[in-house]
């Protein structure tokens, strides 16, 4: 395990000799993009400005509450609306890769842009070590491109900047808990975001499921841990299937859609086990899915499967 505090002494050091004039943060408000942004702040002032971008694949109030916790950090940053940019990107896609690809480039483009406005060519972004494994290299296979990694065209002018690269999440927990981040004990959110978490084409409709399926998941899950029914889980969410499936509302019979409810433990992300959870936390969870999300959603499964065979995220 690293020493926080060295680390910081270390990597902001080396952010300063990285970095010789101004440079942009990639910073999506999750704790190892958060923990680079305030690194780069504490290196470089006002010379470092952190870009949050509003994808439209966000958790409900995500874009009020990051805002809000960089405003108070102090951190010089940016909220950049570009939904439409990926909605348009994603247009007809549903396969994985895809959309990994397809995300990493209209980030990639974007900040491109906004590098340019600022007058510089680095991007400092988050990348931790699982990220690139899980991204393949020469010797390794690809399991998933995560999108901070895979996407760069080679044509790219932006010379990217990683001080995290080395670290597992354990460690960047506390880096981030060093560093004053009270969200360091958040579960990890994909940079791609609810496109992940909608299997099959991915509509501002079905993000908007997705979202609030999402929503209730962490509602009923963190509330069974306030009150000492489970114990706190590595991640819990939800994904809506691409699936249609026959439910019944009242009298009527309605087709609608299914969501799996994805509740795990791990230490690093690099395995997984399915918890138990206590059944009436699924009971509610799958109730108030169904409610609402009446006639669109109509029924709700929980997935027993560890990693490996399966990964945390369906795609
Ligand atoms: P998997 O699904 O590969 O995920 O078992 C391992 C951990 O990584 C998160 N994850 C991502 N994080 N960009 C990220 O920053 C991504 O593209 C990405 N894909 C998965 C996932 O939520 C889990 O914690």
Known sequence: MIDPATFCGDAEEKLRAEVPGRAIVAASGGIDST??????????????????VDTGLLRAHEVDKVSAFFRESGLHFEVL?????????????????????????????????????????????????????????????????????????????????????????DEVRAVARFLGIPSAERQPFPGPGLAVRVNGPVTP???????????????????????????????YF????????????GDNRVYGEAVSVRIVDSLD????????????????????????LTQEVVRVLYDVTDKPPATIEWE
Do not use: C
């Open 35 to 52: 923990t680079v942004a305030l690194l780069a702040e504490r290196a470089l002032g006002e010379r470092a400005r952190s870009i949050f």
């Open 81 to 169: 609306s570009a939904s439409d940019r990926f909605f348009a990107a994603l247009d007809g896609v549903s396969e994985p890769e895809e959309k990994r690809r397809r995300i990493g480039e209209t980030f990639i483009r974007l900040f491109e842009a906004e590098a340019e406005r600022f007058g510089t060519d680095r991007l400092i972004q988050g990348t931790i070590a699982p990220d690139w494994i899980e991204s393949g290299g020469s010797l390794r296979d690809t399991i998933k491109t995560h999108h901070n990694v895979g996407g760069i065209p080679e044509d790219s002018r932006l010379v990217l900047v990683e001080p995290l690269r080395d670290l597992y999440k």
């Open 205 to 235: 409709d079905r993000v908007r499921r997705a979202r609030v399926a999402n929503a209730i998941v962490e509602e009923e899950v963190e509330r069974a841990v306030a009150t000492g029914e489970m114990k706190r889980p590595w991640q």
């Open 238 to 249: 939800a994904v809506l299937l691409p699936v249609r499936t026959v439910g019944v509302t």
């Open 269 to 292: 992300a690099m395995t997984a086990v399915a918890m138990d959870v206590p059944r009436p936390v699924l009971s509610r969870i799958a109730e108030r899915i169904t409610r609402e």
